[in-house]
């Protein structure tokens, strides 16, 4: 099973600052397979990235995914009100299970 | 719009077996199609997949859960359901379900389900 590793655990930004959140796989992750989520309080996680760089639909182009092998990136270039959440990363591998990280917040500083 | 709506009672008691299910709205084909996932939260904790199934019958577990889970789909109702035997508080959770038309990441998601384990 990979494990993902997500850091840091919180980060205090202020809007307009630029957010730097850090996946790390155990191993590689097969095929670049990995997505990341943001979960607001008392709602479902919403897919922001998928494959590692592509946008979901709707994600505005603030939010942008890179990396591949064990080391993946999702930077939000300029943070708006509404971006301060849970961000989570997840595998698929070449094999189940699917597994997440244990997340980053991203608290209002 | 896909749309995904979790039912199901919101207290099971130990060792006996959680059952949901999950309506399936807006699909443009037929549900058959796409993979259909469960997912569980832990309050206050991180996100842990169960498994998933697609038209074809195929179903993955998560080899954690996959002597107590399983998942089943009803094309002619266009809903799918999670049954979780033998459960204990370790398993109380808000449970997820999920879709996409690929198996590796989820796009849709229903607003999940707050099943407490406790006698």
């Known amino acids: 099973e990979i494990v993902l590793t997500q850091s840091p655990g919180t980060l205090s930004l202020s809007p307009g600052e630029r957010a730097t959140l850090s996946c790390r796989a155990s191993?590689?992750?097969?095929?670049?397979?990995l997505a990341w989520y943001q979960q607001k309080p008392g709602q479902a996680p919403r897919l922001l990235i998928y494959?590692?760089?592509y946008r979901a639909g709707g994600i505005p182009d603030r939010f942008s995914g890179t990396g591949s092998g064990p080391d993946f990136t999702l930077t939000i270039s300029r943070l708006e009100p509404e971006d301060f959440a849970v961000y989570y990363c997840?595998?698929?591998?070449?094999?189940?299970?699917?597994?997440f990280g244990g997340g980053t917040r991203v608290e209002i500083k | 719009q896909v749309q995904l709506q979790e039912s199901g009672p919101g207290l099971v008691k130990p060792s006996q077996t959680l059952s949901l299910t999950c309506a399936v709205s807006?699909?443009?084909?037929?549900?058959?199609?796409?993979?259909w996932s469960w997912i569980r939260q832990p309050a206050g904790k991180e996100l842990e997949w169960i498994g998933h199934?697609?038209?074809?019958?195929?179903?993955n577990y998560s080899p954690s859960l996959n002597s107590r889970v399983t998942i089943s789909i009803d094309t002619s109702k266009n809903q799918f359901s999670l049954t979780l035997s033998s459960v204990t508080a370790a398993d109380t959770a808000v449970y997820y379900c999920?879709?996409?038309?690929?198996?590796?990441?989820?796009?849709?998601w229903g607003q999940g389900i707050l099943v407490t384990v406790s006698s």
């Open positions: 807006g699909v443009s084909t037929n549900i058959d199609t796409y993979y």
């Open positions: 997840q595998q698929y591998g070449s094999s189940p299970p699917l597994t």
């Open positions: 191993q590689s992750v097969s095929s670049n397979y």
């Open positions: 494959h590692a760089s």
């Open positions: 999920a879709g996409d038309e690929e198996p590796r990441w989820f796009y849709y």
């Open positions: 199934i697609h038209s074809t019958g195929g179903t």
